[in-house]
């Protein structure tokens, strides 16, 4: 996993930042040089060898998640060409299951670190927003496999769905958590 420390320092301190335990960061590094191609980094081109995601419908944003230099905690906007393993883990991180020993603070932190997360994956333009042209987007991206729901029907049930969260929420919905 890298040169400069010995092994099981470096993936200690990995643990200590992702919140993986040993097992699941040894787990997830097979996993990684299992889709890098044994790289030492990751391209988008490399989860083409994932098959499960090739028919996920929201698949460009979770790629893009895994690039995107706001949940990789790089940069305010952009995107990484590539990332490492260290990178991978941060991203993984976001998906795991909250753990029953957290007090509070520790919850309410990671509960926000997720959301962030997930607004990043739909606030594609990066401006701190989800607007009712990207939510769409997201809902037809989602709703495009269903044979039986034509494109319109798509658009209909985001702008309901959108109208009631704007109902409810009385104000902006802005990042990186919704404001009201």
């Not at 997830?28 to 083409?48: A, M, N, V, W, Y």
């Not at 976001?94 to 670190?113: A, G, S, T, V």
């Not at 607004?119 to 009712?132: A, E, P, Q, R, V």
Request: charged letters at 30%; a negative charge.
């Amino acid at each position: 996993m890298g040169s400069s420390h010995s092994m099981p320092e470096e993936i200690q301190e990995l643990a200590d930042k992702t919140g993986f335990t040993l097992e699941q960061i040894e787990h997830l590094h097979r996993r990684f040089k299992q889709i890098s191609g044994d790289q030492p980094t990751l391209r988008k081109e490399s989860f083409d060898r994932i098959p499960d995601l090739e028919f996920n419908p929201i698949r460009s944003k979770i790629v893009r998640a895994f690039f995107d230099k706001r949940n990789l905690r790089q940069a305010p906007d952009g995107l990484a060409d590539e990332i490492n393993f260290e990178d991978f883990l941060t991203i993984m991180s976001y998906f795991r299951p909250i753990e029953m020993n957290m007090d509070e603070e520790q919850l309410d932190h990671f509960r926000k670190e997720k959301l962030k997360f997930l607004f990043h994956m739909y606030d594609s333009d990066n401006d701190g927003k989800i607007t009712l042209q990207e939510y769409r987007k997201v809902v037809e991206e989602l709703l495009s496999r269903n044979p039986h729901l034509e494109k319109e029907s798509a658009r209909s049930i985001a702008d309901g769905a959108m109208m009631e969260a704007a109902s409810i929420c009385v104000g902006q919905m802005v990042g990186p958590l919704w404001v009201v």
